[in-house]
């Protein structure tokens, strides 16, 4: 099994920039990808970005490509979500998923952090 677990949320104005981090942990060899979500309240849970656990492949939802960079440190165990020019819209519970090698389906969510953009 993988664990997952993010931080860095908080609350920031317009314009400003956060990194978001999640640290994956137990049978992280079998890890195919993670990837970063969002959910605001009476939203659908939307995709953000992707990244291949081993050869760091990336992909991007729409809304927030060339905003945010999605990234994972040497050590392989912290995915990082650097969010550029935060917008009011982008206030929402923030959350990594973990895809397993030969898994159609993610099979572990972190808790979430959340992030405001508010004035």
């Known amino acids: 099994q993988v664990q997952l677990r993010e931080s860095g949320g908080g609350m920031v104005r317009p314009g400003d920039s956060l990194t978001l981090s999640c640290v994956a942990s137990?049978?992280?060899?079998?890890?195919?990808?993670i990837s970063w979500f969002r959910q605001a309240p009476g939203k659908e849970r939307e995709f953000l970005a992707s990244?291949?656990?081993?050869?760091?492949?990336?992909s991007y939802g729409n809304s927030v490509r060339n905003r945010f960079t999605i990234s994972k440190n040497s050590d392989g165990a912290t995915v990082f979500l650097q969010m550029n020019s935060l917008k009011p819209e982008d206030t929402a519970e923030y959350y990594c998923?973990?895809?397993?090698?030969?898994?159609?389906?993610?099979?572990?969510w972190g808790q979430g952090t959340q992030v405001t953009v508010s004035s």
């Open positions: 998923g973990v895809r397993l090698v030969e898994s159609p389906k993610y099979n572990a």
């Open positions: 137990g049978r992280t060899v079998s890890i195919f990808s």
């Open positions: 990244i291949n656990w081993r050869g760091g492949a990336t």
